[in-house]
């Protein structure tokens, strides 16, 4: 919910508070790797809000793209192409991804490297194992030599955000991870650092104080970040991606997923029984639909900058625009929302990393 004094509205044409400042000299160096790397060119005409991404220079617009998808789904090279051109022409100007979604990162970097100045770009880095397999890697060098393959990767000299990719609490605190990433900042190599992850490591890693921004999971199905980590985020002036803002749809399914994140939000869902997201109306399309409440659910919550939905059909980033046109839900739909997850909602219902 909005702070107290801040009406729905007023909140969400951003009136965010920034209780942090940078130093003049970051901000000398942070202009000297926005001009390597260029500030976005003047935004095409959209529907997209615009908001201050935490304490940074960044103004996001409000829908991100997420490049998980275009990665599992191995999209090809002409899809990504379209998906991608499509939506920076319409209005999008962030775009985030990883360095294990598959092939996300050169994807991204074929389809859009050469439209560099004209969005921000956020990577995250933890889990590539140099000589394959799964596992991760949370050494300051193996997390350096990350970095830079994703650079290579995603054609730039830099990216404007590189994040923890859900470590442990464990590794968080021993502090190595964070001083890879602080060293890739003083390099040049990113703008900015964050963590991406949910629960007590999201906690611990607004609370340390050495991260600029924080992506978790916000969505009908996973609220426990609303309670837990915005209203300090927003208090740190922490820049606040969310994912999975849609609870991967599922909505969609007659009968329950096979495993993930899939399995788990439709068991919740099961339990929740929002009217929207059953029967004949999950079927509906517009903005009162099951997509467009969510988004419009999550996209009002206290400190959220952006949220990030992944896609690999062209047309859907501009159709989720869209349906973010129509504002923020009414406030008895999305308090009645809030009151239902309080309700019904298990000790172990954590938001899902």
């Given at each position: 919910m909005p702070r107290s004094g801040t009406s729905r509205r007023d909140f969400l044409q951003r009136a965010a508070t920034t209780t942090a400042a940078l130093s003049l000299g970051s901000i000398g160096s942070l202009g000297r790797l926005r001009a390597q790397v260029g500030a976005p060119a003047a935004a095409p005409a959209s529907p997209l809000e615009r908001r201050r991404f935490g304490r940074t220079d960044m103004?996001?617009?409000?829908?991100?793209?997420?490049?998980?998808?275009?990665?599992?789904?191995?999209?090809?090279?002409?899809?990504?192409?379209?998906?991608?051109?499509?939506?920076?022409?319409?209005?999008?100007?962030?775009?985030?991804?990883?360095?294990?979604?598959?092939?996300?990162?050169?994807?991204?970097?074929?389809?859009?490297?050469?439209?560099?100045k004209e969005f921000f770009l956020f990577t995250k880095c933890g889990h590539f194992v140099e000589g394959g397999g799964g596992g991760a890697d949370w050494s300051k060098a193996a997390l350096l030599r990350s970095i830079e393959r994703s650079l290579e990767r995603l054609k730039t000299d830099a990216v404007d955000l590189v994040q923890l990719h859900s470590c442990s609490l464990e590794e968080l605190r021993k502090g190595d991870c964070i001083e890879a990433l602080e060293e890739a900042r003083k390099q040049g190599k990113t703008r900015f650092i964050g963590y991406s992850g949910d629960s007590a490591a999201a906690r611990h890693a607004i609370e340390c104080g050495r991260f600029d921004a924080l992506q978790t999971s916000i969505n009908l199905c996973d609220q426990e970040s609303i309670d837990l980590l915005l209203p300090l985020a927003a208090e740190k002036g922490i820049g606040v991606i969310a994912k999975r803002p849609i609870a991967n749809a599922v909505?969609?399914?007659?009968?329950?997923?096979?495993?993930?994140?899939?399995?788990?939000?439709?068991?919740?869902?099961?339990?929740?029984?929002?009217?929207?997201?059953?029967?004949?109306?999950?079927?509906?399309?517009?903005?009162?639909?099951?997509?467009?409440?969510?988004?419009?659910?999550?996209?009002?919550?206290?400190?959220?900058?952006?949220?990030?939905?992944?896609?690999?059909?062209?047309d859907r980033w501009k159709q989720n625009a869209e349906l973010l046109k129509a504002g923020p839900l009414p406030t008895a739909l999305a308090d009645s929302i809030r009151a239902r997850w309080k309700a019904v909602a298990k000790s172990d219902w954590s938001g899902q990393t």
């Open positions: 103004e996001v617009a409000l829908l991100g793209f997420g490049g998980a998808e275009i990665g599992f789904e191995r999209a090809d090279a002409t899809t990504v192409a379209k998906l991608l051109n499509g939506a920076l022409d319409a209005g999008l100007n962030v775009v985030d991804t990883a360095e294990c979604y598959v092939e996300s990162e050169a994807l991204i970097g074929a389809a859009i490297g050469h439209r560099r909505w969609r399914h007659d009968a329950a997923p096979s495993n993930g994140y899939h399995l788990e939000y439709w068991k919740r869902l099961q339990e929740l029984r929002y009217e929207f997201a059953s029967g004949e109306a999950r079927k509906r399309e517009d903005a009162d639909g099951p997509a467009g409440v969510a988004m419009r659910f999550t996209a009002m919550q206290q400190g959220v900058d952006v949220v990030i939905v992944g896609t690999t059909k062209p």
